[in-house]
């Protein structure tokens, strides 16, 4: 059984930045893709960004590109979330995820096994 915790989240201005952390534990981490989603109000859970194993593969939504890089230190169990030039649209929860058993970086929520209670961002205007 993994266990996800995430953490970094906050209130913060638009154009500002914020960087969540996501540790994970009760399994080897580096056996596990590794993903962030994220369910603003009123919406669907959406995929953010995703890593690969070993850190070689990224994978973005479009709408973050450029703002948002996604890493992760193996020797700490961690992945990161470096959000820059945020705006009120991506204020949401924001969750981690961990895939188990494919090997890509995948999109596609249903993939992944194992969350995290999800973290609260919220940027104003």
């Known amino acids: 059984q993994v266990q996800l915790v995430e953490s970094g989240g906050g209130l913060v201005q638009a154009g500002g930045s914020l960087r969540l952390s996501c540790a994970a534990s009760?399994?080897?981490?580096?056996?596990?893709?590794m993903g962030w989603f994220r369910q603003g109000p009123g919406k669907e859970r959406e995929f953010v960004a995703a890593?690969?194993?070993?850190?070689?593969?990224?994978n973005y939504k479009d709408s973050v590109k450029g703002r948002f890089t996604i890493s992760r230190d193996n020797a700490k169990n961690t992945v990161h979330l470096q959000m820059n030039t945020l705006k009120p649209e991506d204020t949401a929860v924001y969750y981690c995820?961990?895939?188990?058993?494919?090997?890509?970086?995948?999109?596609?929520?249903?993939?992944?096994?194992?969350w995290g209670q999800g973290t609260q961002v919220t940027v104003s205007s």
């Open positions: 009760g399994g080897t981490f580096s056996r596990y893709e």
């Open positions: 890593i690969s194993r070993i850190g070689t593969y990224t």
């Open positions: 995820a961990a895939d188990v058993n494919s090997f890509h970086t995948s999109e596609i929520l249903a993939e992944y096994d194992y």
